[in-house]
C-alpha cells in the first residue's frame, strides 16, 4: 500500500526561516572531517556499529551524510561520521553529501538537532523492513512464531487493543532464534497457544514471555518427550511466580544486591515446577551382549 505526503491535519508555522538550501554533491573522505567541539568520540560501541555497517553496506542504504563548509575547503561532518568510517573501510573515496552554509554554533545545534529530536524507529518498524526485505533473521522469527499459531508483530497496539497469540517482543525472540533455539521457543508458544489461559491477551506479555521461555528453552527434553505443557501452564500460576520475584528482587537489592533479576528468578520457579511435573527421562545404557 502506498500512501501520499499528506499534512492536511498540520498547520503551516507562522513563520518559515529555513536559512540557506542545501546543495547535494559528493565529496571526497579525505575532504571531510569531524569536529570535536560538539562531535560524540567514537568508542568501542561506534566501531562495532561502523563494522556492522561496513559489512553489510550498499549504497540504497545510504542517506547523505550533513555537513557544512569549514577553512581550508574542507567540511565538517554533522551528521553521518559512522556511515562515512563504513565506505572508508570499503574502499570509496567519495560519499553523497547535503552541504549547507553555517556557523560552529549552528553546526553543534544542528548536530544536537538531528540526533535528539529525530523520530525514534520501533523495533516493530525494524522488523517490518527487514521481514520485507527478505532478511533472514526477519522471516526466521516470523516463522517461529506462526507455525505456533501465533504473530510477530509488526506494529505496536494499545494494552486494550491486544489479543491473544499477538506477541510484541521481538528482541526475545530474536535473541533465541539467533542462537538456534527456533524450535524450542515454537514449542513453548504453542503449547501457550493450546492452553486455557492463553486465550487470554495478558498471557502473552512481555513478562510472560521472558521468563516462560527462559525456564523452556534450558529443558529440551520437555519437547523431545512431547509433554504435556499446555496442562502444565493451565495449572502453574506463572504471574504468582513473577510476582514473588520482584518481591524477592526488591528486598535483595534494598540489602545492597545489584544485578538481581526478577525474570532469571521466576524463571527458575517455573523450571522447578517443570522439573517436578516432567522428570528429565534418561535413556539406561544398553545391555553388552555376551
Known sequence: MMRSI???KLKRPANVNPGPAPMLQWIRIEHLVVDDSYQRDLKAGNWKAIQRIADGFRWSRFS??????VEGGRFAVIDGQHRTHAAAICGFAEVPCQVVQMSLEEQAASFAAVNGLVTKVTLQQIFKAALTAGENWAVECDRICRDAGSRLMTYLATTDAKKPGEIYAIALIRSYQERGKGQLVTFALKSLRDSEGGQDAVMWSNDVLKALLSAVVDRPWLHKQNVNLAGFLDRFDIFAAIDRAEDF?????????VGISRWDIAAAEIGEGLDKAFPQRIALPKAEVA
Open 6 to 8: 499528506d499534512v492536511s
Open 64 to 69: 547523505p551524510v550533513f555537513v557544512a563548509p
Open 249 to 257: 528482587a526488591r528486598q535483595k537489592r534494598r540489602q545492597g544486591h
